[in-house]
T-cell receptor
Framework: DAGVTQSPTHLIKTRGQQVTLRCSPK?????VSWYQQALGQGPQFIFQ???????QRGNFPDRFSGHQFPNYSSELNVNALLLGDSALYLC?????????????FGPGTRLTVL | AQSVTQLGSHVSVSEGALVLLRCNYSSSVPPYLFWYVQYPNQGLQLLLKYTSAATLVKGINDFEAEFKKSETSFHLTKPSAHMSDAAEYFC????????????FGAGTQVVVTP
């Protein structure tokens, strides 16, 4: 059973560019959450998608947007990249997004903004 | 709003010695608490979780944690450290009205010495 997969593994962009990160959830999971983990810090919640809609959002600007497809895979888009957007972006999936559900994390996408 | 505080950003422990990682939470409603481990260049893996059943929770690799409401704590322990336990550990909290939005602590880096 494949776990959560993310692509690409690494990405280098320059300031002002746009980036799209992709995530495939664990089989049977319908909820996808995205987290940003800056170097030396804990992950910060960006948003959560359930049934193709954004159900919850953290304290991130509108430059961060997402999408969930009918097969439950998800994309994270970041526009007008800033140096401070350099981080590890983690995708997590769960059965339904209930608070007691275990969230399974992918290996992450390392984004470097120059 | 809820939050967690992890005491000690770095912990050094001898192989075979007790591992104790401290986590205190803040929440105005009953919390659900999680411990995750992150190995270098990898995503997060769940060690254990508290979901309001037993207050003493046993996880993988002989880790356990005890939920103490009076102390607002959820400390992680392991009786005997192995070299393979060297990693970063994160405590996280969520609540019923957060729909699985995890609020993470800053993490504790564990170093195991022979």
């Amino acid at each position: 059973d494949a776990g959560v997969t993310q692509s690409p593994t690494h990405l280098i962009k320059t300031r002002g560019q746009q980036v799209t990160l992709r995530c495939s959830p664990k089989s049977g999971h319908d909820t996808v959450s995205w987290y940003q983990q800056a170097l030396g810090q804990g992950p910060q919640f960006i948003f959560q998608y359930y049934e193709e809609e954004e159900r919850q959002r953290g304290n991130f600007p509108d430059r961060f947007s997402g999408h969930q497809f009918p097969n439950y895979s998800s994309e994270l888009n970041v526009n007008a990249l800033l140096l401070g957007d350099s981080a590890l972006y983690l995708c997590a999936s769960s059965l339904s997004g209930r608070p007691t559900d275990t969230q399974y994390f992918g290996p992450g996408t390392r984004l470097t903004v120059l | 709003a809820q939050s967690v505080t992890q005491l000690g950003s770095h912990v050094s422990v001898s192989e075979g010695a007790l591992v104790l990682l401290r986590c205190n939470y803040s929440s105005s409603v009953p919390p659900y608490l999680f411990w995750y481990v992150q190995y270098p260049n990898q995503g997060l893996q769940l060690l254990l979780k508290y979901t309001s059943a037993a207050t003493l929770v046993k996880g993988i690799n002989d880790f356990e944690a005890e939920f103490k409401k009076s102390e607002t704590s959820f400390h992680l322990t392991k009786p005997s450290a192995h070299m393979s336990d060297a990693a970063e550990y994160f405590c996280a909290v969520t609540t019923t009205d957060s729909w699985g939005k995890l609020q993470f602590g800053a993490g504790t880096q564990v170093v195991v010495t022979p």
